[in-house]
């Protein structure tokens, strides 16, 4: 690269980042303010920190609510990430016309407001007794028609000789799965790790649905609580927003080095 | 290779029944759990309520427990915090399921939506008429809200009579004082309004744009509604209605009402001394407070009136909530003679709530209570608790029907389209259109 | 003979190994996404109040292109389609593609910066777009200062304006998360194949059209269905943002049908149907997107 383009492609990306990180720093320099300073459009750190973070423990569960978050994405992003690289494998590898039917089936499952199919969701865990539970919580988020077409159209990269190669060595199918794709798709295995996990710690609408006991509440949320009321303390409403929002942000810079830079060499 | 297919067969089995196992697993012991509450709750001496405001509802809900459990040391809550839109989802998702186990005994509900939710879910609501709540105690345009098919459904809780709220210091800037923003009309208050915004630079008022708070709050004050007695919508030919729409677009071209885009935007006009002052439901008071150094600066009185109107008076409502009892509800007999003895019964309840909260009743015997007339200092010394008691007590009902949101939202659109231009009547035969579209006919 | 009957039952067993694949995922979906989505089909026939539904034909569906509201609705979610998705997608390619660059320096700060968005809360984001874009905020006092303006403008008042910011929203928060998708795809492709063509003398741009995108074609049509997915399907920009105003300019078909549900009397034949209608949409773009971009070479 050249001087001059390396100049422009800094300059670029360091507009784009300070773009993106704007809202974030907004967002913990209110957590350092009084309410009513934040409401003043105040963008200076201020001395309220540790006052925000009595005023949000006493209010509020945090530790209660962060083990929730933190319990339900992890068993979210596991069985989520197993059996959607599964499918995506399948319906790729062993394609023919009557899987790429059923992916296009499949497709038509997130084409659906979930407004509309929530009531007869909602009914469906009823009849299985099923409300109140943490499989309800987490069955209707495991199976996503996005993941799957995530790992499929990754698979395609993936070249056949090897698989022929090591059915030729005796390999089964599930070995093959489980020795040569998965460690060979580190990269896609770690995107879909980072988004899955957010989805899931976000999630909101669903559980608060089919929770109803205080002892379950996840971060949203405690977040959503702290915006009712006849007043909000900005403060505190932004500490809690940043809690909730960090587990997110360390998994991504935990992860981004292993789909960013490749590991692909291995295999090949 | 017929070993290797099984092989993988048997793998995806796997995979498929470690979900069904963790599920079914999970789901069990949660059940339990599940069970042992719901026993808790209709068996013995327990009841779930949802609410939502730690520092207001949830906090009035606390002492309420403490309060009856001088009489019954057995008695418990079990509160849940939950937002009023969540309420609304878990509410409507329970009741068209058909399925109304996992509805609480009682909930706070929002008077607007009050009638809406009642007569779409008859089933799920227990009539409270004859349960021995004296609802008489009550001021009448509030138990108004949750009364349907004359039948009481609600005990009501917070007040929402609307105060105007005035910078003391800013009037005194122009030559004025709150007392001459006493029982005064629109036009005068515009008038003044001119003065000032000349004198101070300072607008009197600020409201948020797309919302129909103000709009409500101004057509409530003469009386009127957005529906008729049988509940059809009666906007066109509404002379209060037109009049309010004349009104308030002259509000915002004379620059003394601004118009924010957003709550946090509106309370920024208050805190940061951008406006003299608000009109609103007094629950606003609690976000002014929030400006310690502004205490002292505020003085209330009650809202300008309509001029022309025929039943124009210088009170209304805005916002407010009332609670429910469900008919998930084991133990009804309890469910009501806590109600009966706390939020419909106790003055000392309402006396040890209101100074820690600000929680104005609408319980009648309260307001002639000695907390009630306490001077605030915030407020330049007024006893602004009492005043905004003999307040609540003149304001006319108001027709909310089943379809007030769709109404509120259709005239919000209207006086958005007023305020850039649109022609009044055509926007308000175009809102009544919106509304009968909404209703089927 | 005994050899293409061995090779015939080999690919049939095979072809039986990748139903076994897919049949757990399948299995979930069909419960926890087909079952509704079939109950919310006959709903769409049917209306009424609460439990007391009654058959009503093809009612709502032709009700729904009566109705001034959803119409508006569906006007606005195409605006927003047609803008965001294409901007957000292309742009999404050239960070991507600048950030797969091994010889650059603070990539992981990069990466986790333009990510960020997608991971920030909701609640504050919205304060922020809707404070820098108040008429007396950040973008209005530097319009003033500059002399581009005179008095301040009051972008979320305005219907073209508000729909802008709508856009440019949805820019902020989700090119980062597709530039994710793009980011992995690229470390499945031979980085010495770039730098082949680099030696060859090819420019950075031929470079980006010629060989990243063609390479990424699987990745950019999961993307853009994703995409286009999202945009009809939009709700929190709208309720958080603008909440639809002024006058439903900005409304999406989404919100509509949340406030057919939760906020209004309870229609859901009528959220039924006109989620339906939303479906139709989605699939008959996706179909179209994978007619042109879903080919194994």
């Given at each position: 690269m050249t001087k001059g383009k390396k100049i422009i492609s800094y300059t670029f990306l360091s507009i784009v980042s300070l773009l993106s990180i704007f809202p974030l720093y907004w967002m913990v320099i209110a957590a350092t303010n009084k309410s009513v300073d934040v409401s003043r459009g105040t963008m200076l750190p201020g001395m309220e920190l540790i006052n925000n973070f009595k005023n949000l423990v006493a209010s509020q569960n945090v530790l209660n609510a962060m083990t929730n978050s933190f319990k339900y994405a992890i068993a979210m992003t596991v069985l989520s990430l197993a059996i959607c690289s599964l499918a995506g494998y399948g319906f790729e590898i062993f394609h023919d016309r009557g899987k790429d039917m059923v992916m296009s089936v499949i497709l038509l499952?997130?084409?659906?407001?979930f407004a509309a199919t929530m009531i007869p969701l909602y009914q469906l865990f009823s009849k299985a007794h099923l409300l109140n539970s943490t499989a309800g919580f987490i069955l209707p988020m495991i199976s996503t028609p996005f993941l799957i077409m995530l790992f499929r159209q990754s698979a395609?990269?993936?070249?056949?000789d090897i698989i022929e190669a090591a059915r030729m060595d005796g390999l089964n199918e599930f070995q093959i799965f489980y020795k040569m794709f998965f460690p060979t798709m580190r990269s896609t295995y770690a995107a879909a790790m980072t988004i899955t996990f957010m989805n899931a710690w976000n999630s909101y609408l669903w559980p608060k649905v089919i929770m109803s006991d205080t002892?379950?509440?996840t971060m949203p949320m405690l977040v959503a609580n702290l915006t009712?009321?006849?007043?909000?303390d900005y403060g505190m409403l932004m500490l809690s927003v940043v809690f909730c929002t960090i587990p997110t942000i360390v998994i991504f810079f935990l992860l981004q080095k292993s789909f960013a830079e490749g590991i692909t060499g291995a295999v090949k | 290779m017929r070993k290797k297919v099984m092989a993988v067969l048997v793998a995806a089995s796997m995979v498929l029944s470690l979900t069904a196992c963790g599920g079914s697993g999970d789901s069990s012991s949660n059940n339990t759990e599940g069970k042992t509450e719901t026993e808790a709750a209709g068996g013995e001496n327990e009841l779930t309520v949802w609410c939502w405001d730690p520092a207001f509802n949830m906090y009035a809900m606390e002492e309420a427990e403490k309060e009856y459990q001088k009489e019954n040391p057995d008695f418990k809550l079990n509160i849940v915090e939950t937002p009023w839109a969540d309420v609304q989802t878990k509410l409507t998702t329970a009741a068209s399921s058909g399925?109304?186990?996992?509805?609480?005994?009682i909930l706070l509900m929002q008077d607007n939506a009050f009638q809406k939710n009642v007569i779409s879910?008859?089933?799920?609501?227990?009539?409270?008429?004859?349960?021995?709540?004296?609802?008489?105690?009550?001021a009448g345009a509030k138990t108004a809200y949750s009364v349907v098919e004359g039948k009481n459904y609600g005990v009501p809780f917070d007040n929402g009579a609307v105060i105007a709220c005035y910078r003391t210091d800013i009037l005194e800037q122009a030559g004025y004082t709150v007392d001459d923003f006493t029982d005064i009309s629109w036009s005068e208050y515009i008038k003044i309004g001119k003065d000032v915004l000349e004198k101070?630079?300072?607008?009197l008022l600020s409201c948020l744009s797309g919302e129909s708070d103000l709009i409500v709050m101004m057509l409530q004050s003469a009386?009127?509604?957005?529906?008729?007695e049988e509940g059809?919508?009666?906007?066109?030919?509404n002379a209060a209605l037109k009049e309010v729409m004349d009104t308030y677009a002259e509000l915002v071209k004379s620059g003394v009402l601004v118009e924010v885009n957003d709550w946090d935007q509106y309370i920024g006009t208050m805190t940061n001394s951008t406006v003299a002052g608000t009109i609103n439901g007094c629950w606003i008071m609690a976000s002014i407070q929030t400006?310690?150094?502004?205490?002292?600066k505020w003085a209330i009185t009650n809202m300008p009136k309509l001029?022309?109107?025929?039943?124009?008076?210088n009170y209304s409502n805005n916002g407010g909530s009332s609670w429910a009892v469900t008919?998930?509800?084991?133990?009804m007999e309890l469910a009501e003679d806590f109600l009966a003895k706390t939020?419909?019964?106790?003055v000392a309840f309402y006396e040890t709530i209101l100074p820690a909260?600000?929680?104005?009743?609408?319980?009648?015997?309260?307001?002639?209570?000695d907390v009630y007339s306490e001077p605030q200092e915030f407020f330049g010394g007024a006893p602004v608790y009492a005043q905004i008691s003999e307040f609540a007590s003149k304001v006319p009902s108001n027709n909310?029907?089943?379809y007030y949101y769709e109404a509120r939202d259709a005239v919000a659109t209207a006086v958005t389209n007023i305020v850039a231009g649109a022609d009044v009547e055509t926007e308000i035969a175009a809102a009544e259109d919106t509304v009968n579209f909404a209703m089927g006919k | 003979m005994s050899g293409p009957n061995k090779k015939l039952t080999l690919s049939r067993k095979q072809n039986l190994s990748g139903w076994a694949f897919l049949t757990p995922a399948a299995i979930l979906i069909a419960a926890m996404s087909f079952y509704p989505m079939f109950r919310a089909l006959i709903l769409s026939f049917k209306t009424g109040v609460g439990l007391n539904m009654k058959w009503a034909g093809t009612y709502n569906y032709v009700r729904m292109f009566q109705d001034a509201v959803f119409m508006q609705a569906l006007k606005n979610n195409f605006i927003y389609l047609i803008f965001q998705v294409p901007i957000m997608l292309v742009l999404a390619l050239v960070l991507a593609s600048l950030l797969n660059?091994?010889?650059?320096?603070f990539k992981g700060f990069f990466r986790t910066a333009i990510f960020l968005p997608c991971a920030t809360s909701l609640v504050s984001y919205a304060v922020i777009f809707r404070s820098l874009f108040a008429v007396d905020g950040l973008i209005n006092t530097v319009l003033i200062n500059t002399g581009l303006l005179s008095t301040g403008y009051n972008f979320l008042g305005h219907a073209t304006s508000a729909r802008i910011i709508i856009i440019l929203a949805l820019i902020w928060r989700w090119t980062g998360y597709n530039m994710v998708f793009y980011l992995s795809g690229l470390?499945?492709?031979?980085y010495s194949i770039y730098e082949a063509a680099k030696i060859d003398g090819a420019s950075p741009w031929q470079v980006f059209w010629k060989m990243t995108v063609p390479l990424l074609r699987p990745t950019i049509l999961l993307t853009a269905i994703m995409s286009t997915n999202g945009t009809l399907q939009l709700f929190d920009e709208s309720v958080n943002l603008t909440n639809g105003g002024p006058a439903n300019a900005t409304i999406t078909m989404s919100h509509y049908i949340y406030n057919m549900s939760?906020?209004?009397?309870?229609n859901f034949g009528y959220a039924a149907a006109m989620s339906y209608l939303i479906l139709i949409l989605v699939a008959v773009l996706a179909f179209l997107q994978m007619k042109a971009g879903d080919k194994r070479d």
């Amino acid at each position: 690269m050249t001087k001059g383009k390396k100049i422009i492609s800094y300059t670029f990306l360091s507009i784009v980042s300070l773009l993106s990180i704007f809202p974030l720093y907004w967002m913990v320099i209110a957590a350092t303010n009084k309410s009513v300073d934040v409401s003043r459009g105040t963008m200076l750190p201020g001395m309220e920190l540790i006052n925000n973070f009595k005023n949000l423990v006493a209010s509020q569960n945090v530790l209660n609510a962060m083990t929730n978050s933190f319990k339900y994405a992890i068993a979210m992003t596991v069985l989520s990430l197993a059996i959607c690289s599964l499918a995506g494998y399948g319906f790729e590898i062993f394609h023919d016309r009557g899987k790429d039917m059923v992916m296009s089936v499949i497709l038509l499952a997130m084409m659906v407001p979930f407004a509309a199919t929530m009531i007869p969701l909602y009914q469906l865990f009823s009849k299985a007794h099923l409300l109140n539970s943490t499989a309800g919580f987490i069955l209707p988020m495991i199976s996503t028609p996005f993941l799957i077409m995530l790992f499929r159209q990754s698979a395609r990269s993936f070249p056949h000789d090897i698989i022929e190669a090591a059915r030729m060595d005796g390999l089964n199918e599930f070995q093959i799965f489980y020795k040569m794709f998965f460690p060979t798709m580190r990269s896609t295995y770690a995107a879909a790790m980072t988004i899955t996990f957010m989805n899931a710690w976000n999630s909101y609408l669903w559980p608060k649905v089919i929770m109803s006991d205080t002892k379950s509440a996840t971060m949203p949320m405690l977040v959503a609580n702290l915006t009712e009321g006849y007043v909000t303390d900005y403060g505190m409403l932004m500490l809690s927003v940043v809690f909730c929002t960090i587990p997110t942000i360390v998994i991504f810079f935990l992860l981004q080095k292993s789909f960013a830079e490749g590991i692909t060499g291995a295999v090949k | 290779m017929r070993k290797k297919v099984m092989a993988v067969l048997v793998a995806a089995s796997m995979v498929l029944s470690l979900t069904a196992c963790g599920g079914s697993g999970d789901s069990s012991s949660n059940n339990t759990e599940g069970k042992t509450e719901t026993e808790a709750a209709g068996g013995e001496n327990e009841l779930t309520v949802w609410c939502w405001d730690p520092a207001f509802n949830m906090y009035a809900m606390e002492e309420a427990e403490k309060e009856y459990q001088k009489e019954n040391p057995d008695f418990k809550l079990n509160i849940v915090e939950t937002p009023w839109a969540d309420v609304q989802t878990k509410l409507t998702t329970a009741a068209s399921s058909g399925d109304l186990s996992s509805l609480p005994d009682i909930l706070l509900m929002q008077d607007n939506a009050f009638q809406k939710n009642v007569i779409s879910y008859p089933d799920a609501f227990a009539d409270l008429t004859g349960s021995g709540i004296d609802f008489a105690s009550f001021a009448g345009a509030k138990t108004a809200y949750s009364v349907v098919e004359g039948k009481n459904y609600g005990v009501p809780f917070d007040n929402g009579a609307v105060i105007a709220c005035y910078r003391t210091d800013i009037l005194e800037q122009a030559g004025y004082t709150v007392d001459d923003f006493t029982d005064i009309s629109w036009s005068e208050y515009i008038k003044i309004g001119k003065d000032v915004l000349e004198k101070t630079g300072k607008p009197l008022l600020s409201c948020l744009s797309g919302e129909s708070d103000l709009i409500v709050m101004m057509l409530q004050s003469a009386g009127a509604s957005l529906f008729d007695e049988e509940g059809n919508p009666s906007m066109v030919d509404n002379a209060a209605l037109k009049e309010v729409m004349d009104t308030y677009a002259e509000l915002v071209k004379s620059g003394v009402l601004v118009e924010v885009n957003d709550w946090d935007q509106y309370i920024g006009t208050m805190t940061n001394s951008t406006v003299a002052g608000t009109i609103n439901g007094c629950w606003i008071m609690a976000s002014i407070q929030t400006a310690e150094d502004q205490s002292g600066k505020w003085a209330i009185t009650n809202m300008p009136k309509l001029d022309k109107a025929a039943d124009a008076t210088n009170y209304s409502n805005n916002g407010g909530s009332s609670w429910a009892v469900t008919t998930n509800c084991k133990n009804m007999e309890l469910a009501e003679d806590f109600l009966a003895k706390t939020f419909a019964g106790s003055v000392a309840f309402y006396e040890t709530i209101l100074p820690a909260s600000g929680a104005i009743a609408t319980y009648s015997p309260a307001a002639k209570s000695d907390v009630y007339s306490e001077p605030q200092e915030f407020f330049g010394g007024a006893p602004v608790y009492a005043q905004i008691s003999e307040f609540a007590s003149k304001v006319p009902s108001n027709n909310t029907g089943v379809y007030y949101y769709e109404a509120r939202d259709a005239v919000a659109t209207a006086v958005t389209n007023i305020v850039a231009g649109a022609d009044v009547e055509t926007e308000i035969a175009a809102a009544e259109d919106t509304v009968n579209f909404a209703m089927g006919k | 003979m005994s050899g293409p009957n061995k090779k015939l039952t080999l690919s049939r067993k095979q072809n039986l190994s990748g139903w076994a694949f897919l049949t757990p995922a399948a299995i979930l979906i069909a419960a926890m996404s087909f079952y509704p989505m079939f109950r919310a089909l006959i709903l769409s026939f049917k209306t009424g109040v609460g439990l007391n539904m009654k058959w009503a034909g093809t009612y709502n569906y032709v009700r729904m292109f009566q109705d001034a509201v959803f119409m508006q609705a569906l006007k606005n979610n195409f605006i927003y389609l047609i803008f965001q998705v294409p901007i957000m997608l292309v742009l999404a390619l050239v960070l991507a593609s600048l950030l797969n660059n091994k010889d650059l320096r603070f990539k992981g700060f990069f990466r986790t910066a333009i990510f960020l968005p997608c991971a920030t809360s909701l609640v504050s984001y919205a304060v922020i777009f809707r404070s820098l874009f108040a008429v007396d905020g950040l973008i209005n006092t530097v319009l003033i200062n500059t002399g581009l303006l005179s008095t301040g403008y009051n972008f979320l008042g305005h219907a073209t304006s508000a729909r802008i910011i709508i856009i440019l929203a949805l820019i902020w928060r989700w090119t980062g998360y597709n530039m994710v998708f793009y980011l992995s795809g690229l470390q499945n492709i031979e980085y010495s194949i770039y730098e082949a063509a680099k030696i060859d003398g090819a420019s950075p741009w031929q470079v980006f059209w010629k060989m990243t995108v063609p390479l990424l074609r699987p990745t950019i049509l999961l993307t853009a269905i994703m995409s286009t997915n999202g945009t009809l399907q939009l709700f929190d920009e709208s309720v958080n943002l603008t909440n639809g105003g002024p006058a439903n300019a900005t409304i999406t078909m989404s919100h509509y049908i949340y406030n057919m549900s939760f906020k209004y009397v309870p229609n859901f034949g009528y959220a039924a149907a006109m989620s339906y209608l939303i479906l139709i949409l989605v699939a008959v773009l996706a179909f179209l997107q994978m007619k042109a971009g879903d080919k194994r070479d």
